[in-house]
């Protein structure tokens, strides 16, 4: 089931036991969900979501792989969402549970990783420069997808057009 909560287009969809969310302006095109979950997750399908293709676990499994927390979920039994939630606020209650361990001030500045995606972006993780045409930006804690097919309306970084023009390695 989806439905459409705000102009924002953000979307959810649920199985009844969990509900995903889906901010897309926190997507980078990282491919993350359709490389590992074909079934659930295919941006060629509308709702691009199919909460049938996959059982709960498995679908836990890869939004929690998703870099930029575009994908989050939470269990529909607020029971569920309290025990993992017991002293935390609202806001955090809706994150991957695995999050709630590294908010705060045990989170440590973790090394720059670069990662070149099959047929797709190339995703930077961490704190850095970034010099594109003369302009300099600090990245910090950050993650960005910079273009490799040269295809995106929004150079350097990535839009999703990789797949629409078939790229691949
Ligand atoms: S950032 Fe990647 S894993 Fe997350 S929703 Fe976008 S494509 Fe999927
Ligand atoms: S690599 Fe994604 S738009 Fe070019």
């Not at 993780?125 to 003369?134: D, H, I």
Request: net charge positive.
């Amino acid at each position: 089931m989806e439905r459409d909560k705000s102009l924002s287009g953000n979307r959810e969809y649920t199985n009844g036991e969990i509900t995903v969310y889906w901010k897309p302006v926190a997507c980078v095109h990282a491919s993350y969900c359709y490389r590992e979950l074909i079934e659930v997750f295919d941006p060629s399908s509308r709702p691009w979501v199919d909460m049938k293709g996959a059982p709960t676990a498995r679908i836990i499994e890869v939004v929690n792989m998703c870099p930029t927390e575009a994908l989050t979920w939470k269990w529909n039994d607020e029971e569920k969402n309290t025990a993992i939630d017991i002293n935390q606020t609202n806001h955090i209650k809706f994150r991957r549970p695995e999050l709630l361990k590294e908010t705060g001030k045990n989170r440590g500045e973790e090394p720059v990783s670069v990662k070149v995606m099959i047929d797709g972006p190339i995703v930077i993780k961490g704190s850095f420069t970034l010099v594109s045409k003369g302009n300099t930006k600090d990245i910090k804690q950050g993650l960005i997808s910079i273009c490799r097919c040269g295809a995106s309306d929004q150079l350097p970084f990535c839009d999703g057009r990789h797949r629409k023009v078939g790229y691949t390695d």
